[in-house]
């Protein structure tokens, strides 16, 4: 959550990151009233329980005749503290509520507004194929992937229902590598591999900041009280919760790579055929926990990574900044790698990289001990790899006869395969 001090003390940010977001900015007031009435619930519970602490005292002293009209007061004071300490409770409780309300500040140059407002940075990669002037109608990813007997959504359909598929032969293989080239360069930027939970506490899912506007999209297990994760990023986050970490030599880097669930709540009609948008897939995630003065600059390290992985891939792409409007609660700034898709003349989204300032980490009491006392953490974000990039490799790199180029730095990972080629099915 934010920091209420910092709130109280200037509020005018929060104001104009609410309005940035297209949210209501009267929130923050109202966060500020809810603070002015927790602060002054407190006061009054420790004032009487001073008081009673005192009268309670003077019962020894007290003569004989004083002492049934201080003890009677004692207890009138003692109903009194208990009234007032629930009071101060639920006030501290409603006080956070709002607290918690309230999304990320945007930073400085973030684009107003919502999910079209977001600002193409630059095109990279290779251009376009120009598919026409090739001699042939480019197919998409899932005719492509049958054709290799790669992709199977009919039987995917039949056992778990729709959007959910089946990776299988080349199919798995290619998923396999691409991940496991993630895993290779994030280890050679210095990053711990972590293959984490798909399950998490509310407290940890809560604590990321995805049970807001994000909630209707997540799985949830009523007899566990657990929720199946969308991303690694939850489970990294809440990996260091409730700790005291010691950034001097540089950021906490991790590269998780977990099974991600989304129940793609709203999405009805949206990108049915095929893996663009499915409930379950891979992804390899980023995380990193460094100070909050050094996150932009570790935030630009993230996309040229997410940057690096596209070029081995050789796809064409585009680099966007988020809208605040569509940033979601933790995050304050937002880069999307989008790749270009041939049969939709569109570009998709394949990596998301967010610098989530110190949200996350006020929120699951992750701090740094530093000469100036205890401050929070800032977390960071970003995709290397998902099952999602087969739709663009596949579309991108396919020739007429339904074959498939293998991008260079892929084959070490294929067994040196430059070529993949249709299969006869029964």
């Known amino acids: ?8 003390e200037n ?3 929060a104001r104009a990151s609410q309005r940035a977001r297209g949210a209501d900015p009267a929130l923050v007031d109202q966060i500020l009233e809810a603070d002015v009435a927790r602060r002054e619930a407190l006061q009054n519970f420790e004032a009487l329980r001073a008081t009673q602490k005192e009268v309670s005292k003077s019962v020894g002293r007290a003569s004989k005749e004083e002492r049934p009209a201080i003890l009677a007061q004692a207890k009138e004071l003692a109903e009194e503290v208990k009234v007032a300490e629930a009071a101060a409770n639920a006030a501290d ?11 990320n500040l945007v930073l400085d140059g973030v684009p107003v507004g919502g999910e079209d407002d977001y600002v193409v940075l630059r095109h ?12 042939f109608e480019p197919q998409d990813h899932l005719a492509l992937g049958e054709g290799l ?5 009919k039987r995917g359909a039949k056992v778990s229902g729709a959007r959910f598929y089946y990776l299988k032969g080349i199919g798995a293989r290619l998923e396999l590598a691409l ?7 994030a280890l050679a930027n210095g990053f711990v591999p972590m293959m984490t939970p798909t399950l998490v506490t509310p407290q940890v899912m809560g604590g990321t900041g995805f049970l807001n506007e994000h909630s209707e999209e997540i799985y949830y297990l009523p007899a566990d009280d657990l929720y199946l994760t969308g991303t690694s990023e939850v489970a990294l986050a809440g990996y260091h ?3 005291i970490l010691d950034l001097s030599d540089g950021p906490k880097r991790y590269m998780g790579w977990s099974t991600c669930y989304r129940r793609e709540a709203g999405s009805a009609g949206k990108d049915t055929r095929g893996i663009i948008r499915v409930h379950q897939f891979n992804k390899a995630e980023m995380f990193s926990y460094c100070r909050p003065e050094d996150a932009e600059e570790e935030h630009a390290r993230f996309l040229a990574w997410e940057e690096e992985m596209l070029a081995k891939v050789e796809l064409p792409y585009r680099v966007i900044d988020t809208a605040a409007g569509d940033l979601g609660t933790s995050a304050a700034r937002k880069f999307d790698c989008e790749a270009w898709l041939p049969t939709q003349e569109r570009y998709m989204e394949v990596t998301s990289t967010s610098n989530c300032t110190t949200f996350q980490a006020r929120r699951l009491g992750i701090r740094e001990r530093r000469e100036d006392g205890m401050t929070a953490v800032a977390t960071l974000n970003g995709t290397l790899a998902t099952t999602r990039w087969l739709v663009a490799i596949l579309e991108n790199h396919q020739r007429s006869d339904g074959s498939i180029y293998v991008p ?10 430059e070529v993949l080629e249709p299969v006869a099915t029964k």
């Open 11 to 13: 509020p005018e940010p």
């Open 1 to 8: 959550m934010i920091d209420v001090r910092s709130l109280r």
């Open 179 to 185: 991940m496991t080239m993630a895993m290779d360069q």
């Open 408 to 417: 260079e730095a892929m084959r070490p990972y294929l067994g040196g395969l």
């Open 241 to 243: 919760a409730d700790e």
């Open 149 to 153: 007997d790669a992709i199977d959504t």
């Open 124 to 135: 990279a990669g290779p251009e376009p194929r120009d598919f026409a002037a090739e001699g």
């Open 93 to 103: 409780a409603e006080a956070d509520r709002l607290a918690r309300l309230l999304p």
